[in-house]
């Protein structure tokens, strides 16, 4: 554990001096696994707390020297800190975050000068042009270790530099070793920690395991880990739709195990966030995948003994979702997620009467199945409609997206068997709810209208 200080004789930080420092911490604790930055009167507090672990670490058992808080700040001088460094965290005073990105950015743009320039003369050394060799490989190496050094410290001060990023991407790609892009993995990582909305830091990830995905043997491992990091960051940073996009583009790189893996062990995380849209996506993504190539596409629809347990699952997931639904009043999130799981049930498993008797392990839906559901479905759309005058905005939201749910069904299941249930709701109901709540959208369900 450590506390940096950096000022010099006058008062004022010297920015050359506060970068060289930012970069020796992060060269000196590779462990460092978040970065948040600190308002100056936080410190006092921060040093008060280092000061009481210090006496008990004295107390207790001598610690590392690389580990023990450095007491050499008085608290005194502690709002002139600029780094905090303890337990793998690194804090940054916000007081000094303007004049430590310019150094940054002024340093990284000289190091990328210099690498172009330390390209082109063994350019011409190698075509013969230059009649004195300035520029060595060694140099060169010199210069691209430079680049990515002083990218790093830029790009934990501002995540967007995308010019920061590609040179990364450039200079990794140069010594394209597993190792190299591991560590690209644990920087955006660390950029992530503070900047959990970054494009350019989920874009960088994804180009990585792109790199990656031909090299490395534990390759679904890292596609778990990326998954369990989205979880992590989505719990931190709610509505975070860059990071549910990430873990949708993961999916296509999921085994089959992984993909029921993460059906089952993310559910209940989707039923405490009813109101994150993007995790209901996700969902979607995987119900995508699950049945992706699973059903025979030439003949009868035949359902495999496996492809029976992907019937079971998206039939539960059905359950679940009615089961949310009645429990958390005026999700709209949920309703959406409804259609996807009823049509993707129906296109995938429905057997036409003219299809061939299925064989004994399959599980298709029957005409009598399409009206249970049917049935099912408008049972639950008239109990959505039961609320008093005095219940909340949300019951009413409640009663309208049912209602649009079943006009939906009413455009899109007419072909199916089965249908004349849906087609026999009384389009009174579902106009005088539409009418009620959301007359301003009347124009999309006139033709429910009966002259």
């Known amino acids: 554990m450590e506390e940096e200080k950096v000022s010099d004789s006058g008062g004022e930080a ?36 280092a000061s009481t672990l210090v006496s008990a670490s004295i107390e207790t058992i001598a ?21 905090w460094n303890r337990d793998h965290k690194l804090g940054i005073s916000t007081e000094y975050l303007l004049p430590l990105y310019k150094a940054a950015k002024n340093a990284f743009m000289a190091a990328v000068g210099r690498y172009n320039n330390a390209k082109m003369s063994r350019f011409h050394e190698e075509s013969g042009e230059a009649s004195v060799s300035g520029r060595s490989s060694s140099f060169k190496n010199f210069c691209a270790v430079d680049v990515m050094k002083h990218s790093r410290a830029l790009l934990l001060l501002n995540s ?82 860059r990071a549910w996009n990430h873990r949708c583009w993961l999916v296509s790189y999921m085994s089959s195990g992984q993909v029921i893996y993460e059906i089952i062990s993310s559910r209940d995380w989707a039923g405490l966030n009813v109101a994150d849209n993007s995790c209901f996506h996700y ?23 496996h492809d029976a347990e992907y019937y079971k699952i998206l039939k539960e997931e059905l359950d679940w979702n009615e089961m949310l639904i009645k429990r958390y009043i005026g999700r709209e999130a ?67 997206f049912s209602a ?23 389009p009174r109901d579902v106009q005088e709810v539409l009418e009620k709540y959301c007359p301003e959208r009347s124009c999309l369900w006139n033709f429910l209208r009966t002259p």
């Open 404 to 426: 649009t749910y079943m006009l939906w069904i009413t455009r899109h299941f007419s072909q199916y068997p089965g249908s004349e249930l849906i087609m026999e709701l009384r």
């Open 160 to 241: 967007d530099f995308g010019t920061a990023w590609n040179y990364r991407k450039l200079m990794v790609s140069k010594e394209p070793h597993v190792a190299n892009f591991m560590d690209e993995l644990g920087f955006s990582k660390l950029v992530l920690s503070y900047s959990p909305k970054s494009e350019c830091a989920w874009s960088h990830r994804r180009w990585v395991i792109k790199m990656i995905s031909g090299k490395c043997l534990n390759l679904q491992e890292i596609v778990e880990k990326e998954s369990d990091l989205v979880k992590l960051i989505a719990e931190k940073s709610k509505m975070n739709y």
């Open 283 to 305: 969902r979607s993504r995987l119900m995508l995948r699950m049945l992706e190539g699973s059903l025979t596409k030439q003949g009868p629809k035949t359902i495999s003994s």
């Open 334 to 400: 949920l309703w959406l997620y409804r259609r996807f799981l009823s049509i993707y049930w129906i296109n995938q498993f429905v057997i036409d009467g003219a299809d061939a008797l299925p064989h004994s392990n399959q599980t298709p839906i029957s005409t009598s199945e399409i009206k249970t559901f049917l049935d099912n479905e408008l049972q639950l759309f008239y109990s959505c409609q039961v609320f008093s005058v005095n219940d909340f905005d949300d019951y009413r939201a409640q009663a309208t």
């Open 63 to 83: 610690q590392p020297e690389d580990e023990r808080v450095n007491t050499k700040l008085s608290g005194g001088n502690t709002p002139d800190m600029v780094f």
């Open 14 to 49: 010297d920015p050359s001096q506060l970068l060289y420092h930012l970069e020796s911490i992060l060269d000196s604790h590779p462990l460092i696994n978040e970065v948040g930055f600190i308002h100056p009167s936080q410190f006092l507090s921060l040093a008060e707390e």
